[in-house]
């Protein structure tokens, strides 16, 4: 009898959130001008409703929803589908066939990765994970967080008065979290660590990317062998043992990956460029330095303003479906403009504008309906303690840089920088 950790899949090949990307125009993906507003394309859009025709380069038929009220519609309603395995045409640059389409359609899914799919497969390997996200592995990874943020910059200031914030601060934290919570060994997170910054580094070549990913699957595979050896008291430990019916080895790899890079390039992200961003409006860090009870609304507010989620959250409609009096037809592309939705000024006064005294408002940073991110409260923590020891720790920082030299993620799907030298001299 085989165990779930002996059986082999031919799993189906789940294509990447960055596969929008290449559907859609530079202009609407590429911020210039100011590097915190939505890119060009999206703010000349401005006015025209709140659920647009889009055009995209793969002919396939596309809308764009940039309204608050739209996108919730449009991300609660089951008749809008994730599963691009099953609804391969509508969001790759070269659209299958009618036949081969008809196929996937019918196959049964294999793999974890439950962020590309629909109740109820989704439902099932989410409700593992939430139930991993407990109120007492939170609370005790807050301390960890601010253990290893004043680690951090207690480096930098022994080496010295100048630093790249990137690599130096805000890449290690969510990294070592990450640790933590898959129950990574000491011994190996400097591998751990290594392997993640290449697979996800947008700056490191093709050949090398591939290469420090698939080392990085081997290196989870082999994790989950050893939790199912013998478990601990991690989240991992507990996707292994907890599952009825029990997970196999590729939904665990998948699952941990999946938490990998929505738990480490997203807050890795909104750590440099919100960071960035406070350093560029002198009179919102003035008021966050002054009064650090901010520090709660001014995450909140980050989030909102910055909106690093791009163009990949997208949906495929499975019907004909009308939202905001426009008919979307089955079968159309509907991707979400998050950095316009979160900037609808239906719901917000200047919302071009950061303002770190703004009440807290439901923003979709953190997206909405089944698929909304059940690591919210962890990224709210990790932004919160490392923002807030940065500010007070270090409480001459500023750019070493001219602003306009600080290189912007461009080309990837979590906006950001890819570096920010500092200095606190």
């Not at 009179?283 to 901010?294: E, F, G, I, K």
């Not at 500023?398 to 570096?419: T, Y």
Request: charged letters at 25%; proline letters at 7%.
């Amino acid at each position: 009898m085989t165990t779930p950790g002996d059986q082999t899949e031919a799993r189906p090949t789940t294509k990447s959130p960055t596969e929008m990307r290449r559907l859609l125009s530079a202009d609407m993906v590429e911020r210039s001008g100011c590097p915190f507003d939505p890119p060009s394309g999206l703010r000349e859009r401005r006015g025209q409703g709140p659920v647009q025709p889009l055009k995209l380069l793969n002919d396939a038929p596309g809308w764009l929803v940039t309204g608050l009220d739209e996108t919730r519609a449009v991300l609660s309603d089951s008749r809008f589908s994730s599963d691009r395995v099953r609804h391969p045409g509508a969001t790759q640059p070269q659209p299958n066939g009618a036949e081969q389409m008809a196929a996937r359609a019918v196959e049964s899914r294999t793999d974890g990765m439950f962020v590309f799919m629909d109740p109820p497969e989704h439902t099932r390997l989410r409700r593992l994970l939430t139930g991993q996200f407990t109120v007492r592995r939170m609370r005790a990874l807050e301390s960890r967080i601010r253990e290893i943020a004043v680690e951090h910059i207690e480096a930098m200031q022994a080496a010295g008065t100048e630093a790249d914030l990137v690599p130096a601060y805000a890449l290690p934290i969510p990294s070592l979290v990450i640790c933590e919570l898959l129950g990574v060994d000491y011994a190996d997170r400097a591998e751990f660590q290594e392997r993640t910054a290449i697979a996800l580094n947008s700056n490191a070549g093709d050949q090398e990317r591939a290469a420090a990913g698939l080392e990085l699957y081997a290196f989870i595979q082999e994790l989950v062998a050893a939790k199912r050896a013998k478990p601990a008291d991690d989240m991992l430990s507990g996707l292994v043992h907890d599952a009825d019916p029990p997970l196999t080895d590729a939904q665990l790899i998948d699952m941990a990956l999946v938490l990998l890079g929505a738990g480490h390039e997203t807050t890795a992200n909104m750590l440099g460029l919100g960071t960035f961003a406070l350093l560029e409006h002198p009179d919102q860090l003035a008021a966050l330095r002054a009064d650090p009870a901010l520090l709660d609304t001014a995450v909140e507010e980050l989030l909102r303003y910055l909106s690093i989620i791009q163009m990949g959250v997208s949906r495929v409609a499975t019907e004909d479906v009308t939202v905001a009096g426009v008919k979307i037809a089955a079968g159309s592309t509907v991707i979400i403009a998050t950095p316009e939705v979160n900037r609808d000024p239906r719901h917000w006064s200047e919302p071009d504008r950061l303002d770190v005294h703004r009440s807290r408002t439901p923003h979709l940073a953190f997206g909405h309906g089944v698929h909304q991110c059940l690591g919210q409260q962890l990224a709210r923590a990790e932004m919160k303690v490392g923002l807030g020891e940065l500010l007070t720790r270090l409480p001459k920082l500023r750019l070493a840089v001219p602003a306009e030299q600080v290189p912007l993620r461009n080309e990837m799907l979590i906006f950001g920088v890819h570096s920010l030298p500092v200095t606190w001299a």
